[in-house]
């Protein structure tokens, strides 16, 4: 395993370098007595926007909500700007977005869009959440339907409101579990290009798990591939294609060639990697 | 998304609902009318004695001759009824709060009220009589035990069934467990509950004419009784007909206040 190669050279894994926000180092999960993730070294530079992408039953998942703090590690650390992530996440330093947009049907989009920033900063106003919400919203490109209640939106606009949640949190880093797997395909590559404008107009850091080729290639600027049984990265990609991309990129010669090049590597990530 | 729809199709759709609704009501209509018509032919051909089935026309009768009784009688079990629901409700949603917010005692208390589930109220009448009197005390306390379960059991179950990713959104911002609760879980299960709160409607009407039952002197259950004593079956069946309406009127207003407290809910929903 490249990887670990690189990690025996010596104490400190050569690719892990000081502008890095998010670093973990030698993380192994195990539930149900099972090894879900093992000995995952990963670092995700500041502001750079990064996907993990591997096969179903992989851990990309766990893997996320490890950097989130919502799994603790069986083994090894993980830091997120040199705090734990559970003390990140209470700093607002972490934006999640789930696959289902799990919005408050009862709320509409501004308030919802307010939500966590109002339990997480008590001494916000009312007013104050209101307006927070509002610039989200219109950061995410739904500024006049901050009225509507969700289910006045349809999906790909839910999954908008749930980025200006995380977004309302001003985190540094946005961890995104398949944001967008249940959406068609159409809508899917526009939220895709709305991502990046948000990004780049941003500059937050972004992790996004994936099981979409396109998806990771068109957005990131770096790959992880995780292999199977146990979940493992197995190779690493760096997609060269410069920014500001558009979905013209998908014409590319280049980033036909990085398609192939990551399907060739996920086909090998099937192979259960149990030995070494 | 905001683009004009080029073809309107509002009008068709208000079209078809209106036939539907129309449609949904009549047969039913017709029915009941056609039942009552066939009731009374055959009470008058067959010569039924009145004070085994009396006719609709009797029936009529007598709710015309006895009307202020019966209104006051309604009167009495409509209030009861009332009370009792509304204590019905806040103990059953306490005791949902309390099962869900502190654990060990919601372990300690789930399965006992489960079990109490299974006692057959109407046998604890008698003793809500002797222990409370002839008032308005053991209808209340029957109608507490009888309609409180599915206020709590179905506020349980929209309390727990919020979303795991989401409950995960508010333990990463460091969200309390009481803001958890008052925030999403209590508003998560408000449909649950409403849906709870239309049986807890009904279940009151029951426990209202069981305590009449047991012991009363006023009150539709207690005009059943008597009426029933002096042979009286078209009194009996008339003060049915007003328990039926109060039944309906009650479901219907727990009805309506479903739509005003959670207009949100799927079902009323238009997409």
């Known amino acids: ?276 | 998304m905001s683009d004009q729809p080029i073809i309107d199709l509002s009008e068709p759709r208000l079209a078809s609902s209106w036939s539907a609704a129309t449609g949904s009501w009549l047969p039913a209509v017709i029915l009941l009318l056609v039942t009552i018509v066939l009731w009374e032919a055959a009470v008058r051909i067959f010569a039924i004695s009145a004070f085994i089935i009396p006719a609709p026309s009797e029936i009529a009768k007598s709710l015309v001759a006895q009307w202020g009784t019966l209104m006051q009688a309604t009167l009495v079990t409509a209030g009861e009824i009332l009370f009792g629901f509304l204590v019905s409700v806040v103990v059953g949603i306490a005791i949902a709060l309390v099962i869900v917010r502190f654990d060990w005692l919601g372990r300690a208390l789930y399965p006992l009220v489960v079990l109490f589930q299974n006692v057959p109220k109407v046998a604890l009448a008698p003793i809500f009589i002797l222990w409370f009197g002839y008032g308005l005390a053991p209808k209340i306390g029957l109608i507490l035990v009888i309609a409180f379960f599915p206020v709590t059991l179905s506020m349980l179950a929209g309390m727990q069934s919020v979303d795991r990713s989401l409950l995960s959104l508010m333990n990463s911002v460091g969200a309390s467990p009481t803001q958890i609760l008052f925030r999403i879980r209590v508003p998560h299960s408000l449909p649950n509950l409403m849906a709870g709160t239309k049986i807890a409607a009904t279940l009151s009407v029951i426990g209202a004419i069981v305590g009449e039952f047991a012991g009363a002197s006023d009150g539709l259950g207690y005009v059943i009784q008597f009426a029933s004593t002096q042979l009286d079956t078209a009194l009996v069946f008339a003060a049915l007909l007003l328990v039926s309406v109060l039944g309906i009127a009650f479901y219907y207003a727990a009805e309506i206040l479903e739509r005003i407290v959670v207009p949100w809910a799927p079902k009323f929903s238009q997409s």
């Open chain 1, 1 to 276: 395993m490249r990887i670990e190669t690189i990690r025996a050279a010596g104490d400190r894994p050569a690719h892990i370098r000081h502008d890095d926000l998010i670093s973990a180092k030698g993380v192994s999960v195990v539930m149900a007595r099972q090894l879900i993730l093992r000995n995952i070294d990963l670092s995700v530079p500041k502001g750079s926007f990064v996907s993990l992408i591997g096969p179903s039953g992989c851990g990309k998942s766990t893997l996320l909500k490890v950097l989130a703090g919502l799994v603790q590690p069986t083994q090894g650390s993980v830091s997120i700007a040199g705090l734990a992530p559970v003390e990140a996440a209470r700093k607002r330093m972490i934006g999640l977005v789930f696959q289902d947009a799990n919005l408050l049907p009862w709320k509409n989009a501004v308030d919802n869009a307010s939500m966590l920033l109002g339990i997480a900063d008590k001494s916000l106003s009312r007013s104050d959440l209101r307006a927070r919400g509002q610039e989200m919203l219109e950061l995410v490109g739904l500024g006049d339907s901050a009225h509507k209640r969700p289910n006045e939106l349809s999906g790909g606009m839910r999954q908008r409101v749930a980025i200006a949640r995380a977004l309302a949190l001003d985190p540094a880093v946005l961890l995104m579990d398949e944001p967008f797997g249940a959406l068609d395909a159409i809508t899917r590559d526009s939220m895709g290009q709305s991502l990046l404008e948000i990004w780049q107009r941003t500059g937050k850091t972004i992790v996004l798990v994936t099981h979409s080729i396109d998806e990771a290639i068109h957005l990131s600027r770096h790959v992880h591939v995780l292999g199977i049984k146990p979940g493992r990265i197995t190779e690493s990609l760096d997609i060269a294609l410069p920014y500001p991309r558009d979905l013209s990129v998908t014409e590319d010669p280049e980033f036909v060639r990085l398609v192939v090049q990551l399907r060739t590597m996920l086909r090998s990530s099937h192979q259960p990697g149990g030995a070494s």
